[in-house]
């Protein structure tokens, strides 16, 4: 080691090929990813739930060309709150870090709840409390082994997953084909039923849906662990396309089988019961499948939040002793990993207890998407900004993906439950908050972007 290295300290390790990179996307998301919101997403948008997933993937396609070409000009750890920072001002990135912040640190909650939700209808005898201590203690004990070790997890996770998701289709199949032959109308009710249609339930429910492409934006934050930075473009694009694509098909064949007209009797295990009326055995057999989805996803997202989190005090957002520090043995950022494990059980456990009307789940959800989609903002408008306005030639594809992206994300931002955004809110005036404080009311600068050298110009 040189003594330049030496100094510097330990660094995030080169690793990761573009198939880990689709792999961990794909983990991170689930091939399951509507499965597990399925209810609640079918009950909002009155039964449209196709619908809302194939509307919420052209927001997040663009959106995701948006990530990755970003990721080429800054291959650094940081994601929407670096590309935002370099490319608007720095208070800017801080304000989407601080956003986006909220949707990773949430993601390994919704995979604690969702998993000891699902376990305690498998085995009722077992509290929901001692289940999400469980799993939360896995979920931190995974990622604490290094990123080259979570991906084959997540490998391996995924392979899980991809049986099940193909024993649904075949039964799915063979349901149908049993029970027709059917009426007019019934393989076009699942994108338009005009008895339950409205533009509200649309909106609100492609709100939702973003849900199911949350993690693509994650792939971003491995730049610095990825072995060629330009490999987070097409895993990016790639991931949320493919993923998009087998959601709908998920969903489609979840409204053939079960009609909206019929209530679920667990709105938020839902597909669990649709997937037993194709075939009895895969009411267990999805109901592991997603427990395993969670605790891969909620894994994905507590490794994208510590990096994330590492960034922020890498760069002076966050304290740097504890937030910058890199264990020397697995070159991961440990104290953030720690600290997500024990505010994810927490959350996991308090969550459920205010929700009201609305699950813990769901609530959870809601508050992913109010930061996932101000995130999704602010990188479109800092790649509208790098490739069209400071460009010095104006090629019209250049201002039309990023603006695309932006619009529709406002849109279904703004479309979000008003709980969520009442809590959201609360969570950006915190932001504030600090930001004020550790600036002396914003006269100093609130961040140093500590850009890699190995960035570069498109």
Not at 73 to 81: C, D, K, L, Q, R
Not at 200 to 217: H, K, M, P, Q, W
Not at 231 to 257: F, H, K, M, N, R
Not at 375 to 390: D, E, H, I, P
């Amino acid at each position: 080691m040189s003594t330049d290295s030496a100094r510097e300290g330990p660094r995030l390790r080169r690793v990761l090929s573009l198939s880990d990179l689709i792999i961990y996307g794909i983990m991170v998301i689930t091939p399951m990813a509507p499965m597990t919101f399925y209810g609640v997403l079918s009950r909002r948008a009155g039964g449209h739930a196709t619908t809302c997933i194939l509307l919420a993937m052209i927001a997040m396609a663009a959106t995701a060309v948006s990530y990755g070409r970003m990721a080429r000009v800054y291959p650094s750890a940081g994601s929407a709150f670096t590309y935002v920072g370099g490319e608007l001002r720095p208070l800017l990135g801080y304000l989407t870090g601080w956003s986006i912040a909220m949707d990773y640190m949430l993601a390994p909650v919704i995979g604690v709840i969702y998993a000891a939700q699902q376990s305690h209808v498998l085995v009722p005898q077992v509290p929901y409390v001692v289940w999400a201590v469980l799993f939360a203690v896995l979920l931190t004990g995974c990622c604490l082994q290094g990123i080259k070790i979570t991906s084959r997890m997540n490998g391996l996770f995924t392979s899980v997953m991809g049986l099940v998701v193909v024993a649904f289709f075949v039964a799915a199949l063979i349901y149908l084909t049993h029970q027709g032959p059917h009426g007019p109308g019934f393989f076009t009710h699942p994108l338009y039923d005009p008895d339950s249609w409205s533009l509200g339930g649309i909106l609100g429910g492609t709100s939702l849906a973003v849900l199911a492409y949350l993690g693509f934006d994650g792939i971003s934050t491995l730049s610095e662990e990825a072995k060629r930075p330009d490999d987070v473009l097409p895993a990016t694009v790639l991931t949320c396309v493919a993923i998009g694509l087998l959601s709908a098909l998920e969903v489609y064949a979840a409204q053939l089988i079960w009609p909206r007209t019929e209530g679920y009797p667990d709105i938020d295990t839902a597909f669990s019961y649709v997937a037993g009326r194709a075939w009895t055995p895969l009411f267990a057999a999805v109901g592991l499948a997603l427990i395993v989805g969670s605790v891969g996803s909620g894994m994905g997202g507590q490794i994208a939040a510590a990096r994330l989190l590492y960034s922020m005090g890498r760069g002076g957002a966050l304290p740097k002793t504890f937030f910058a520090a890199i264990d020397p043995r697995h070159r991961i950022p440990r104290n953030n990993v720690l600290l997500l494990g024990a505010l994810g059980l927490a959350l996991a456990l308090i969550l459920p207890a205010i929700a009201g009307e609305a699950t813990g789940f769901e609530l959870a959800s809601n508050l992913i998407n109010f930061g996932a989609l101000i995130a999704f903002m602010g990188v479109n408008a800092a790649a509208f900004t790098r490739f069209y306005l400071r460009a010095p030639e104006k090629k019209l594809i250049n201002n039309v993906v990023p603006a695309l992206g932006f619009l529709v994300c406002l849109l279904i931002w703004c479309n979000l439950a008003l709980q969520a955004r009442i809590l959201g809110a609360a969570w950006m005036a915190v932001g504030l908050c600090y930001g004020a404080w550790k600036t002396r009311g914003f006269r100093a600068g609130i961040v140093e972007f500590n850009f890699t050298s190995e960035g570069k110009n498109p």
